[in-house]
């Protein structure tokens, strides 16, 4: 961590109770971004600004910060032109007194437009002072600019924070910066590791303060100590020829809940190995925040890997306490499981009716017989030959929520209904569809890969967005308590995945009619319609489509099949390669401006009395003649080609023949043939809101 003789670097360690591994992450960011735009603000410029973290401590350095605040100039606005110099264009007293108060000559004012009028104007110049100087109060700006979840007041104290804060330490290079928040002094000195060094001692230079901390047992870098985890935990394990099964959430989890991480090899007796990997797992990570061990062939094993937060010399007794607690925790899980598979799942369904889904919406049963219908509706729709195991999956869907163990594990749902399922001798398709009916259970996570999955996590999700908006439960802003933005997206993705023959506004309307009794069935449909063509706008920018073609088929993306809308926005791509697409747009740009909104009817043939009409008619047949099969077989490309034809007979239209004309009924059908040559390019998207490339 270097400097140069006009550089300096300094350093803000924020000492505080135990911090939640939750929140770290975010904190440690926030600290970092803030600190950039404070100093900014500060006209303090630097090199480099990277923070810390540990459960007891947030820490930022900035390295390259100039001695002195950088110099600037800003302008001041002063009376108006008029009311400062008279009409010899001499200084007025409104000018002196103004040019004085601003410590700047009367000759170097400077006159200035503003809101339609002149005004003179003063440029200040402001000299940097000394950075040491200004940094008690950056420091204490950037303390107070963290706005973290649960922050709270202790004592007598005003002052909010993320937890209380214990000590303070500030350094300019090795000089102290003397600042003081509620009774708290900061000083060079810092703290050690809780228990393995808790006395206070002091750090003489910001390049020794990481190994001072290291060798008083604290990591400052959660880089650092994810790396030391990932390494030790792979070492620890190679002995056995057996690995972690690395879980990135976990590993987030753990790197923040520890200063000095020691990862142990702890076992449990392999009689718990007859239990569902999965409830295995689901212990070992989110009670206990272990790491499970699986072997080389991928198979579980009777290991686990916890991170200490302790010396390498408590090992013995950190993993006797951690297989102790662990053999507990495995116990209650089994004890849960056998309870579960005495009742199969279909002895589950009236306890349904007890369970409320939605005070409005009614019980689990009754969103289950909903599901039930909509499942039966989309088979029929797409996949007729899974009808009944499709049915009897949706029937079932939602009773392992009645299960001892998705009580005590709610993340197993569904997983845990597959085994129960496959106890109870239902068929793998049934017990998969449970499994994959909550997928994809994240944005861009994994997708359902049985068919019967697919169509019940589509019949489940569409459920539940029209049901909440039917009773105008809706997103807003950032919030979205239902996650029925993520119901939408995982619905656009698997029909995106599986290419069903299905769009989203039937999907809609037959939810919609499922539900009973809508007073206002239209109002609703269109607010559903509009929320998923946000969805889909979404799904395909980020697909890497361009803005405009993605306008350009956005209004036909609720009528036509997903997948379709992809084709469509892959053709508009190599369309736009092609060297008569400019061409071709400007024309059909013409042809939408000119036409009127209103439904014109159908053009007659014989008030085409120009030659150059009728031969815009003849090409509009051919197109016609050639389109329908091309849509069918979706050669959107092909179309579009096809569409390239009309360029030509448009332009000479438009040169040879007054649309406009005086006779009424002429007019109107010159417009009808334009209008029906906008409609039909339209079967294949909106020309109008692409732009002509360069």
């Known amino acids: 961590m270097g400097n140069n003789r006009d550089t300096s670097s300094f350093l803000l360690e924020i000492g505080t109770e135990d911090l939640p591994a939750r929140f770290l992450p975010s904190a440690i960011k926030q600290l970092e971004d803030n600190t950039r735009t404070i100093l900014k603000e500060h006209h303090m410029r630097f090199s480099a600004v990277v923070a810390y973290g540990t459960p007891r401590r947030l820490t930022v350095i900035a390295e390259g910060v100039p001695l002195m605040q950088e110099d600037r100039s800003h302008e001041v606005f002063g009376p108006p032109k008029h009311a400062a110099f008279d009409k010899k264009g001499n200084p007025t007293k409104a000018a002196l007194g103004f040019a004085q108060s601003k410590g700047v000559s009367v000759e170097n004012l400077i006159v200035k437009t503003k809101d339609k009028g002149e005004y003179i104007v003063a440029v200040v110049e402001e000299r940097g002072v000394s950075v040491k100087d200004l940094l008690p109060e950056v420091l204490k700006k950037i303390i107070f600019s ?6 709270m007041r202790w004592g007598t104290s005003n002052i909010r924070f993320i937890r209380p804060i214990r000590w303070l330490m500030a350094l300019f290079d090795s000089d102290n910066v003397t600042l003081e928040i509620d009774g708290i002094k900061s000083s060079n000195f810092t703290r050690g590791h809780r228990f393995l060094s808790p006395a206070s001692f002091k750090v003489t230079g910001i390049p020794s303060y990481k190994k001072l901390l290291v060798n008083n047992f604290v990591v400052i870098d959660h880089n ?142 009754e969103k289950t017989e909903r599901v039930v219908s909509l499942a039966g509706f989309l088979s029929e729709k797409v996949l007729p030959s899974a009808r009944d195991n499709l049915r009897r999956a949706a029937l079932l869907a939602k009773t392992d929520l009645m299960t001892g163990v998705v009580r005590e594990f709610p993340e197993l749902q569904g997983t845990m209904g597959k085994y129960y399922a496959l106890h109870d001798g239902e068929s793998i398709e049934v017990a998969d569809a449970l499994e994959e009916q909550y997928l994809p259970a994240h944005s861009g996570g994994r997708l359902p890969q049985t068919e019967a999955g697919s169509i019940l996590s589509i019949a489940d999700k569409i459920d539940t967005i029209s049901a909440f908006f039917s009773i105008g439960v809706k997103p807003t802003g950032s919030e979205d308590p239902f996650a029925l933005r993520r119901h939408a997206l995982g619905i656009i993705a698997i029909l995106l995945e599986k290419q069903y023959n299905i769009t989203i506004k039937e999907l809609v309307e037959k939810s919609l009619e499922n539900l009973g009794n809508i007073k206002d069935f239209s109002g609703i449909r ?109 050669k959107y490309a092909e179309a579009m080609d096809l569409f390239t034809s009309l360029t030509g007979p448009v332009n000479g239209f438009f040169d040879n023949v007054l649309v406009m004309d005086k006779n009424e009924e002429i007019r109107q059908n010159r417009l009808a043939l334009l209008s029906k040559i906008w409609r039909t390019i339209s079967t294949v998207a909106d020309f109008s809101k692409l732009r002509e490339t360069a």
Do not use: W
């Open 224 to 365: 650092d100590r994810r790396a030391i985890i990932n390494e030790k935990m792979n070492e620890l394990l190679a002995t056995f020829h057996e690995k972690p099964i690395l879980d990135e959430d976990l590993l987030e989890t753990v790197v923040h809940l520890v200063e000095y991480p020691v990862p142990l090899a702890g076992s449990f007796p392999k009689e718990y190995l007859t239990l569902p990997k999965e409830l295995l797992i689901t212990v070992m990570k989110d009670h206990q925040k272990y790491f499970a061990v699986e072997d080389a062939e991928g198979r579980l094993t009777n290991r686990f890997v916890v991170i200490s937060n302790t010396s390498e010399e408590n090992a013995e007794t950190v993993t006797i306490g951690a297989e102790r607690v662990i053999k507990a925790r495995f116990e209650d899980a089994r004890f849960y499981f056998e309870e579960d598979m005495r009742k199969p799942l279909s002895a589950r369904l009236d306890l349904l009716r007890k369970v409320t889904f939605q005070e409005k919406l009614g019980s689990l049963y």
């Open 146 to 151: 963290l706005h973290l979840p649960k922050s």
């Open 526 to 634: 269109e607010q559903v319609l509009e929320f998923f063509e946000n969805r889909i706008e979404t799904v395909f920018l980020e697909h890497g489509y361009g803005f405009d073609p993605v306008q350009s088929v956005l209004s036909l993306s609720l009528q036509v099949k997903i997948y379709d809308v992809r084709e469509r926005l892959d053709a508009i791509e190599k369309f736009k390669e092609h060297t008569f697409y400019n061409d071709f747009l400007t024309a059909m740009k013409r042809v939408k401006n000119i036409i009127p909104e209103e439904t014109l009817p159908e053009c007659k043939l014989q008030l085409l009395t120009e030659e150059t009409e009728k031969q815009l008619q003849e090409h509009l047949d051919y197109v016609l003649s050639s389109l329908q099969s091309l849509l069918k077989d979706r």
